[in-house]
């Protein structure tokens, strides 16, 4: 056999070969700058004082994520190794990937997503501007971990200055029971408290072995005696019909409102979340509580603003 017909053979067969190597060379880039972006913080590690790595260690990726520390290195020295969709799934879930992120890492490995839909932290623009149209009327986008991702400026001073609490902070189950202004704000506290823990529980039973959903509950137990009486009971409430609202308002006084919760999708995600006025008072109370903040931003961001670059279609609102 010649040279040329050697090569007419093996040159087709090497393609896949060479394509797949490329795709596992950008996979394993892709995962190291995602990881690397990542603060021990979000996550509930502590930086601690000999840190150089710039985000996460990739020991810490594979603890969260609940993965071999060999296999998930060689996933970044980019080995021909086999992965699977529950692996990647947790992979994405603990880099915390966006849907476009997510859709990536999974075209990448030439794995069918299971979850294609999956809840994204981000929000979108056209999100963003509901909530601008919506002002004076409070309103916010939660996810289904009671994150507060976005709100306009009258839902930011509606139980408390929400622009001085930090980021990370800025959860309403850890407000309702760790910050004395929200707490304060809530009338009806005892029976919200009671249905928010009961929802938290029924929600968390799809994210067990998710990191963020542990820290968060390790916090409330650790910080809140009456959360951990309340978890205690095992109450379970999946969802539970809009009602009225009653807040206690440091700037204008008592507000009646309707709670709305609108959803794009299953409800099990993340949601917009409107507060309209139940009487003529309240909705001049909520007009003057909007124009003292008028100067403040009008949309306010909890989470990072490369989390926003995902489509409406990852919302369930």
Known sequence: MTSVEESRRTVPDARPADEGATRRRELAAFLRSRRERITPERVGLSRGRRRRTPGLRREEVAHLANVGVTWYTWLEQARAIQVSAGVLDAIARTLLLDAN????????????????????????????????????????????????????????????????????????????????????????????????????????????????????????????????????????????????????????????????????????????????????????RLERLHAMFAGLSLVHISEPTRQARISCAGFIL
């Open 101 to 284: 992120e997510r859709e990536y890492l999974f075209t990448l490995a030439g794995v069918a997503d299971p979850t294609p839909g999956a809840e994204s932290p981000g929000v979108p623009g056209p999100l963003r501007e509901v909530l601008r149209q919506l002002a004076p009327i409070p309103a916010c986008v939660q996810n289904s971990r009671y994150d507060i991702l976005a709100y306009n400026t009258t839902y930011g001073q509606l139980l408390c200055d929400l622009d001085a609490v930090p980021a990370e902070d800025r959860n309403c189950m850890l407000l309702a029971f760790t910050h004395p202004g929200w707490r304060a704000a809530l009338v009806d506290r005892e029976e919200t408290v009671r249905l928010m823990a009961a929802n938290y529980r029924a929600f968390m039973a799809g994210h067990l072995a998710e990191p963020a959903w542990k820290h968060l509950l390790k916090r409330l137990l650790r910080e809140s005696d009456e959360f951990r009486a309340l978890w205690e009971r095992h109450e379970v409430i999946r969802s539970h019909p809009a009602q009225h609202k009653r807040f206690r308002n440091p700037h204008v006084g008592l507000l009646h409102l309707h709670g709305t919760r609108l959803w794009l999708g299953p409800q099990s995600g993340s949601r917009l979340i409107a507060y309209s006025p139940a009487d003529e008072e309240s909705r001049e």
